[in-house]
């Protein structure tokens, strides 16, 4: 077997930041350390981040006061109002939302400001989603080309007029951004669509489509629960290649070492050593 490493994989600049702020706030001791639920999405980096004594709660279950605690706001961000909360609560906000989140956030808030509708792209639920959602309250969520066609046909029946806008999820493909877009656009023209996609996850989707070229099989690493990670593996479904999503080493399926030259990439949340250890397991078994 031969082994091909994506030429993009692994923790995006957002991600690494936020890790490495959290590990220098447990460094310094002096308290309890929070983040505001899990930090990343994934279950490796998340243990040697609790081992560390970093511990994910929720808002509800922070304490009444955090006095002599910090509390760290993850990557994808929070709404103004858990700000506003966790201030009140008292004790140390670390706020190491990825600066490309807060550049959306702002922009939200901008076009809240200005009176434009906003359609927010992406997972409904996902919590970056959720916290720019938290900056214009009177947003739209679609995450499908189904949804803006049946919101954006609402919106016109009701203020044919209204100003539109469109900021997407920065882990969503440029093509799904595109065709939801072209969908708004068709009642709103003038609809402003900001450009709001990390480069890190079109850079990965395209060291994919590169990579899947050189391969006969692909693994994508990362959590499960990471929506950049989801995205990868259904690309690599879509290039017609067998593919395997793994979160670590051990989930390694028997049937991949049947194969002759497999591809290996991994989600903007996924740790390095994780990478390295699943490259490691690949590569030895040619010994």
Known sequence: ??????????????????????????????????????????????RVLSAKGVQPLSVGELPD???????IVRAHGVPPETLRLLELKGGRVVDATCPR????????????????VLFLVGERTHAEIVGIAGYAPSGIIVAS??????????????????????????????????????????????????RTICPATADRLAALQDLAAECDALVIVGGRDSANTR????????LG???WH??????LPEELFGYERVGLTAGASTPDEVVDAVEAALTDSMR
Do not use: W
């Open 65 to 71: 006061r955090m006095d002599g605690a910090s509390v």
């Open 241 to 243: 290649k067998p593919a």
């Open 231 to 238: 995205r990868l593996h259904t690309l690599a479904v879509q």
């Open 101 to 116: 989140v807060k550049s959306s956030q702002k922009e939200a808030a901008d076009f809240f400001a200005k009176g434009f």
């Open 145 to 194: 080309t189904e949804d803006a066609r049946t919101e954006a046909e609402r919106l016109k029946a009701a203020r044919p007029d209204a100003k539109v806008a469109l900021i997407a999820q920065t882990t969503i493909s440029a093509q799904e951004y595109g065709a939801i877009a072209e969908e708004i656009i068709r009642f709103f023209p003038d609809a402003t669509v900001s």
């Open 1 to 46: 077997m031969i082994v091909i490493r994506s030429k993009v994989c692994g923790y995006c600049g957002g991600v690494r930041r936020a890790v490495d702020m959290a590990l220098r706030v447990a460094a310094e001791g002096g308290g309890p350390v929070y983040s505001l639920g899990p930090l990343i999405h994934n279950p490796a980096a998340l």
């Open 246 to 251: 793994i979160e670590e080493v051990g989930e």
